[in-house]
């Protein structure tokens, strides 16, 4: 449990500092394709979809990416959106007792994902605007692609989670 807590702290960190002054959709293309750019520099073949008021501004789909990433993309923004943290925070949060986004039928797990991989883009003054999700991975991993991207974006560095 301690383990897990001092995760949930960590993104809740991330959260407040990966933000921005203002988030458009060219800011968009230059995150995503920074995560192109990371995905191609690992191997790894990922989904990432990057989307502004619920409007999708990018999306990318490596070779080896299908449908199934697109489910778990779908999942992942949803549960950003409606909880306006990331898909991670609300795994940790279920682990350390803080909320189920699952129990009394809250949030329907057939739409919902608390798994790592969506990120909230945070606009400073104005809030929650949009998502950045990845999928592909291990979920610590697709989150973990997410904050590597929106580093280097920001010209950054935070702790990371690690499994």
Known sequence: MEENLKRYEKIEEQEKRLRFDKFDNEDAWQLGSILVEEAKKQDVSIAIDILINGYQV????????????????????????????????????????????????????????????????????????????????????????????????LNMEVERVRE
Request: glycine share 14%; with cysteine; proline share 2%.
């Open 58 to 153: 990018f999306r990318y789909g490596a070779r080896g990416t299908n449908h199934y990433n697109e489910i778990w993309l779908s999942r992942k923004i949803r549960s950003v959106y409606t909880m306006q943290v990331s898909s991670l925070k609300l795994y940790y949060m279920m682990l350390i007792g803080k909320e189920d986004i699952y129990q009394g039928g809250y949030l329907d797990p057939a739409q919902f994902a608390a798994v790592g991989g969506g990120f909230p883009i945070y606009v400073n003054g104005v809030g929650c605007i949009g998502v950045l999700a990845v999928s592909g991975l291990t979920h610590h991993q697709d989150h973990d692609m997410a904050v590597e991207g929106l580093c280097r974006y």
